[in-house]
């Protein structure tokens, strides 16, 4: 079939700003969004630039957006888009500085996911010594639990999808820190806690609005803001509960379980105290709210089944844990 | 601009190039380039597996066996009993770096049946084994700080006297050409795959360490020897794993008949792969396939067990054959996939170029002969990686930093600038389509005299089009027009060394099969094939082939 296709086309370094240009060319009916680009490459213009290489989703190298949606090109199908869009329109990634067309900088990506300490840290005292003997003991669950974040291939698509990342530069973005939960949840690292703490202030995992944007993007069901909720876990139980983020957290839960039901009216106080100076910034939002009708009263009865919504609570309480056991065979 | 220095540079930053990069003593400077950043390296896109004997079951010894037999009989065993004989010891270090193998019910790394291995030996990680050494291997890279140059092409070596003092190559992003100058010089390039129209390699598999390395001197081993993949995906070629037989997948014609039956009888689709993709041709050829495939029939292992160990698979089968393994058989066809020949390197990945060092699938150690068993390639890129960074540690003592003329880079800056000045001309993707559409026509699963002279024509004609051909781009930032255009010449450049090969070659050995010559012929060929450079195409040689506990024996499976 022969389509359009239109590609942002830029190269600040020479000084030219973004343009849109279309292409008209004959592709076949199954093909993807990176054959078109190379039929546009190979028939049209050899200028047209963007990074490729294994053409089935492992390598990571060609995210871009799709009508406006980031994701691979190569497992992206050109009929779908045209079929749910009308037509094909593709830009380079977001949030990032373009190098050329489609290409963008990487490093800026690079050095957020370095910022997580991305290794398993163990003791100098654990690690082997040639030739290496033992293996680390780990059940099947334990490596299940890394699953879906051992499944990253780095393709930026999450980041460039990533609304925080818009807004806020320093945010370390979603596919850094499901990074980071990947070794947090591995039993074999002994970093845990320096990461969490690490992650704890700004830029971090508390900065993440669970927009969903990064799990919608993910071409291979990472699920990164699975991952940041990990986090948040991890740290509360870990001890760093001194965040606006984790007293949201643990106040939510105390009110619930005092009233059998969330109280807006309470949780600013409750967070912040009652310290009028902190409580400052609330009063405009407030005073909107209550001119609307909207301001809820923080003074509630609580509700009949308080007690089974406790119990409830009770119940459900304990999240995974590692699962890691020494067994025999394991190093000292 | 000034010339770079570097005690050692890695040319290739996938598991090999990473692998020796981590072996250095921390006051040794490391620097490695790569044409892709590390983790998009197509060591990513491995699937089933890694090789060690780990069991108390199993023995290094049986292991090597195995390897020989697949090799049939060209691998050089004292290589192949070092590989078998670490191979544990490296995959217990690659998890204990941080790599998520999947596990049996005593905790330990799990291991899968593969084809031509007598006992289930491969470890894995799902379907995504490659994936996840490449990227722990990434995480050490990134702990120790090593210098990594991302996104610069190889143009050449800078040799001088005999010797490898450096590389010069070009910055991608900037369009600089620069010259490194270093003590030694690690090729970790990885294959040639993209040689062929269809191939399950990446579309950077061009071979363009070989292809530098044998233009600057050094001889290729072997090249005429590569495997075709029995299941790879018709429409793009891409890879279905072994482990997906390995866990019980049968491959069924047309008839619905497990053709296997008649061509291996015992191992069925676990026979070699040269075998199981020798008997896919012919069911296909014998008017048994169904649209140019066989049948991968996975639906008896049930969604659970496909869930479980081949999640990719199923999406890879889902996205690009639009079948879902659970309901139906895919498609599958045999597909270029992996170069047993390159650059001639010794088990510690020396190269007959002082100065020289190779690991991984641009090298020729040979482990692999004449067909390399599925597993074995990632294990070779850990255990020779490993054994090169060591090596040339030791190299480096007492050897001086040199000091090599600018005309390297001075004249790799001519040669670009006159590639990007001619201003019409054939373009590249046309010329690599005529290549790889006749490499896989001729020079494919079946071979014989006719083709693959007419191959040598097709190929010294590509080869001299390919030289004038024309560079669209005339920008400067991030040219891939312009890399594109050399990777042709170097893909033209290996076809003549293969189609060399594969024509002096008179026998049938592994992966390379002549219709006219269906026996193997110990007498006249057992020994590998040489190429040097020469402007008249490739000019062969041979050397033996090292035996040391294994008799050469008829193979079957």
């Not at chain 2, 204990?96 to 470890?123: K, L, M």
């Not at chain 2, 530098?212 to 299941?231: I, K």
Request: charged share 25%; net charge neutral; glycine share 10%.
């Amino acid at each position: 079939m022969r389509i359009e296709i239109e590609i942002e086309r830029s190269c600040p370094g020479e000084g030219q700003a973004a343009r849109f240009q279309s292409f008209h060319v004959e592709v076949p009916r199954h093909a993807t969004v990176l054959d078109t680009l190379m039929a546009v490459k190979n028939q049209e213009d050899g200028s047209v630039t963007f990074r490729r290489s294994c053409r089935s989703a492992i390598c990571g190298s060609c995210a871009m957006r799709i009508n406006g949606r980031s994701g691979l090109a190569c497992d992206t199908q050109v009929e779908g888009e045209l079929r749910r869009h009308g037509k094909l329109r593709i830009q380079p990634l977001a949030h990032m500085p373009v190098v050329r067309d489609l290409a963008v900088e990487i490093d800026p990506f690079w050095a957020r996911v370095r910022a997580v300490q991305p290794w398993v840290e163990r003791p100098r005292e654990a690690e082997p010594s040639w030739p290496v003997e033992q293996e680390t003991r780990m059940p099947q669950s334990a490596a299940e639990e890394m699953d879906d974040t051992s499944k990253c291939i780095m393709c930026m698509s999450c980041f460039s999808a990533c609304e925080v990342a818009e807004v806020d530069t320093r945010f370390l973005g979603p596919a850094a820190l499901a990074k980071a939960y990947r070794f947090v949840a591995d039993p074999r690292d002994t970093n845990t806690q320096n990461r969490l703490a690490t992650l704890n202030g700004g830029g971090g995992y508390w900065d993440c609005t669970r927009c969903n944007q990064c799990v919608e993007a993910c071409p291979k069901d990472v699920k990164p803001m699975e991952a940041i909720v990990h986090l948040r876990r991890e740290a509360i139980r870990a001890g760093f509960t001194g965040t606006i983020g984790s007293r949201h957290i643990t106040d939510f839960l105390s009110i619930v379980r005092q009233e059998g039901r969330l109280n807006e009216g309470r949780m600013p106080m409750q967070m912040k105290g009652f310290n009028p100076f902190k409580l400052l910034p609330v009063l405009p939002l407030a005073w909107r709210m209550w001119r609307k009708g909207k301001l809820p009263l923080p003074w509630h009865w609580p509700i009949p089944g308080v007690s089974q919504v406790r119990r409830i609570m009770d119940r459900k309480g304990g999240a995974r844990r590692k699962s890691f056991v020494v067994g025999k065979g394991d190093l000292k | 601009m000034s010339m770079l220095s570097h005690d050692v540079i890695i040319v290739g930053a996938g598991l090999a190039g990473m692998r020796a990069a981590l072996e250095f003593a921390p006051g040794v400077d490391v620097a490695m380039i790569s044409k892709v950043h590390p983790v998009r390296s197509h060591s990513g896109a491995a699937q089933g597996g890694v090789n060690a004997a780990l069991h108390e079951d199993d023995s290094w010894e049986n292991h090597a066996y195995d390897t020989v037999k697949g090799s049939d009989y060209l691998g050089d065993q004292d290589a192949i009993e070092i590989m078998c004989r670490e191979a544990p010891s490296d995959i217990r270090q690659m998890e204990h770096w941080g790599v998520i193998f999947s596990r049996n019910d005593e905790e330990r790394i799990a291991q899968r049946p593969f084809g031509g291995a007598g006992y289930p030996r491969t470890c894995y990680a799902a379907d995504r084994t490659g994936h996840a050494l490449l990227h722990a291997m990434y995480e050490r890279v990134m702990r120790r700080g090593v210098k990594v140059y991302e996104e610069w092409f190889l143009l050449s070596l800078i040799m001088e006297d005999g010797e490898c003092r450096g590389i010069v190559a070009l910055d991608i992003p900037t369009g600089q050409v620069v010259s490194m100058r270093a003590r030694a010089v690690v090729m970790a390039t990885g294959g040639y795959g993209r040689v062929y129209r269809t191939s399950s390699n990446g579309l950077v598999n061009t071979g363009d360490g070989m292809a530098v390395c044998y233009e600057a001197g050094a001889p290729l081993m072997d090249m005429e020897f590569v495997q075709f993949h029995p299941t790879t995906l018709k429409s793009n070629g891409v890879l279905i794993t072994e482990g997906s037989r390995g866990e019980g997948g049968t491959l069924i014609n047309a008839l619905g008949e497990r053709f296997m039956k008649t061509y291996a009888p015992n191992a069925m689709e676990l026979a070699s792969r040269d075998v199981v993709s020798r008997a896919e041709q012919t069911e296909i050829l014998e008017g048994r396939g169904v649209d140019g495939c066989v049948l991968l029939d996975l639906r008896h292992l049930g969604r659970e067990k496909i869930l479980e160990r081949l999640p990719q698979i199923r999406e890879l089968a889902i996205k690009f054959a639009g079948t879902d393994p659970i309901e139906v058989p895919i498609p599958v066809r045999p597909g270029a996939h992996y170069s047993m020949g390159g650059i001639k390197a010794d088990f510690n990945g020396a190269t007959p170029l002082p100065g020289l060092f190779a690991a991984g699938e641009c090298s020729c150690v040979s482990v692999h002969g004449a067909n390399r068993l599925g597993g074995n390639s990632l294990l070779e890129t850990l255990v020779f990686g490993r054994r090169t960074g060591a090596f040339v540690n030791d190299y480096l003592v007492g050897r001086p930093m040199p000091s090599p003329a600018d005309t390297h880079r001075v004249e790799q800056e001519k040669r670009l600038a006159e590639m990007v000045a001619r201003p019409a001309g054939e373009r590249g993707w046309a010329l690599r389509e005529e290549l790889g559409t006749m490499m896989n026509r001729n020079v494919g699963v079946f071979r014989d005299r006719a083709g693959l002279e007419a191959a040598v024509t097709v190929a010294a004609n590509v080869a001299e089009r390919a030289r004038r051909q024309w560079v669209m781009d005339k920008g400067k930032i991030f040219n891939t027009d312009l890399t594109e255009a050399l990777e042709l010449q170097h893909v033209t450049e290996l076809a003549r060394v293969i189609i060399a090969g594969a024509l002096a070659r008179e026998e049938s050995r592994g992966a390379h099969f002549r219709k006219d010559f269906t026996t193997r012929d110990d007498a006249k060929w057992m020994r590998h094939t040489l190429a040097h450079p020469d402007p008249d195409g490739p000019k062969l040689s041979h050397a033996p082939v090292a035996f040391t506990r294994f008799e050469p024996k008829e193979r079957t499976y």
